[in-house]
């Protein structure tokens, strides 16, 4: 098992949006970088992702999501009525994948990114990094350990 970082902005999609989705899964689609589209295509079921709210006040770690379906094309690209329609894309060359996740824990205590900066085992963590903007980007089994353990204790 492979662990992960998704951001998504809470105005946007948030946990509580997916805690109420059918059968608490959705499509996780959108992302038009490449570096992330990437990572999405390197998920596999049963990979385990922490779901953090980016541009939040304050920005934190909020829960933990299961990847249950593998990459596949992202449609939303392909549809001028959305959001995330790309007039690049094609259905021939898709260009933009999508996973599906399922729910599995809301945190008891978010963990705000200015905690995350203070722990030392995190220094190394992608998020951290000064200019990183992905919205999905790869974490060891220690971080993901790390911030899950953070955010099931009473500060």
Known sequence: MKHWLIK?????????????????????DGVRNYQARNFLRAMEKGDRCLFYHSNAAPPAVVG??????????????????????????????????????????IFPRPVPLDELRGVKALAAMELLRKGSRLSVHPLTAAEFRTIGDRARRTP
């Open 64 to 105: 933990v999501v299961e990847v249950v379906g593998s990459a596949r094309p992202d449609a939303s690209a392909l549809d001028p009525a959305s959001p995330h329609h790309d007039p690049r894309a094609t259905a021939a060359d898709p260009i933009w994948s999508v996973v599906d996740v399922r729910l599995v824990e």
């Open 8 to 28: 998504s902005e809470p105005e946007e999609f948030s946990i509580g949006d997916l805690a109420k989705a059918p059968r608490r899964t959705t499509a996780w």
